[in-house]
């Protein structure tokens, strides 16, 4: 018997380990301190009523014969994609029932669709980025390639003209510097994928983030997309489904490759490898996607966004340069005095009582940045921004 010795290959993440180990050493030092934590990538809003109140019902019915529900499509059921094709119709994208798939969240199938491809691919990989993806090929076996985000490309890097992959991953608005790419740039990156057969995998998991004009949610806004993209989403930072867990993957049936449909591929793989979404989440998914319910899910949002722009506030009071919050809940910003992430993650930890997530644990490019949140509490994130503030002018 033989393992997968790719796995071998995959480095070590001690990142969240290690932030744990040293807020919990710094508190057993510092009894009574009180620490702030702006590192959270998780939701902490309850659910939207509307939501609740589907998913009691729903409840509910599994406990009656008449409205019993057993095994569903693998696929989802129709009440919920036809929710999603609405919700798509919004941004001018037209979608057929059968090109969504309802999934339990969005982190599983960046994994899974690798399903799809041969291991003999080159996949090419924005740096920094939501490190799932570099894992997930690792453990395939297939050979990564990396483009640049910078300060000077915002963190928005685009196609050079001798770039050649196979498979490549885009993440708009970006986990974790929070940039988002525009109409025009995701153009080119359309257009590079069309010249060369490649296939987008495009993960719009902060698409509800997203408040300036001319940035889309979807790919599929840009003309070509359908032959060349599949798009991953989620209701987890939407709807605060983090823990409920449902998502959803867009396969157009355009997207061929080799005169064989990537869409049937998918289907055939979920039909095989998954049982659907059970039917209780999937109520409670059609429920965010109810007028009363994206209203709830907004207003969440407006308040995560509420929070980071406390923070950006008070960066641009200390002269910091920083990125994001504007259409994401994540705030980027360049290490200050030249420190390496690590570095400040200690400082601010202990002169200021406040947890952040160093730049590195998300690609050699992350080194000197570090990601503040928005999903904290509202006192406490304005809390956190004061102390943050005092100590950067402090430096
Ligand atoms: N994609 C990105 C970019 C993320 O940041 C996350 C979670 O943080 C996910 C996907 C995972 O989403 P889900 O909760 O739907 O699995």
Known sequence: MKLNRNFENLQQSYLFIDIARRVAAYKEKNPGTDVIRLGIGDC??????????AL?????????????HGYGPEQGYSFLRAAIASYYARWGVNLAEDEIFVSEGAKSDV????????????????????????????????????????????FCPLPGAAQKADILYLCSPNNPTGAAYTRAQLAQWVAWARQNGAVILF??????????????????????????????????????????????????KALVRGGTSLNAMWSR????????VSYVIQRGAAAAFTPQGMAAGMENVAYYKKNAAVISGALTAAGVWHCGG??????????????????????????????????????????????????????????????????????
């Open 326 to 395: 504007k259409d994401s809940p994540y705030i980027w910003l360049a290490c200050p005095g030249g420190l390496d992430s690590w570095e400040f993650f200690d400082l601010l930890l202990e002169k200021a009582n406040v947890v952040g997530t160093p730049g590195a644990g998300f690609g050699k490019n992350g080194e000197a940045y570090f990601r503040l949140t928005g999903f904290g509490g509202a006192e406490q994130t304005a809390e956190a921004a004061r102390r943050l503030q005092k100590l950067l002018e402090s430096l």
């Open 203 to 252: 993960d719009a998991a902060y698409e509800a983030f997203i408040e300036t004009e001319g940035v889309p949610h979807s790919i599929f806004e840009i003309d070509g997309a359908q032959e060349c993209a599949i798009e991953v989403c989620s209701l987890s930072k939407t709807a605060g489904f983090t823990g409920t867990r449902c998502g959803y993957t867009v396969v157009p």
């Open 111 to 154: 994994g899974n669709l690798t399903d799809l491809f041969d291991a003999d691919n080159t996949v090419l990989i924005p740096d920094p980025v939501y490190p799932v993806y570099v894992d997930s090929n690792i453990m395939a076996g297939r050979r990564i390639e990396y483009v640049d985000g910078s300060r000077e490309n915002g």
């Open 44 to 53: 902490t809003r309850p659910l939207a009523a509307p939501v609740v109140q």
């Open 56 to 68: 009691a019902q729903a409840s509910e019915e599994q406990g009656v014969a008449e409205s019993f």
């Open 269 to 276: 793989r979920q039909t095989t490898k998954f049982n659907e």
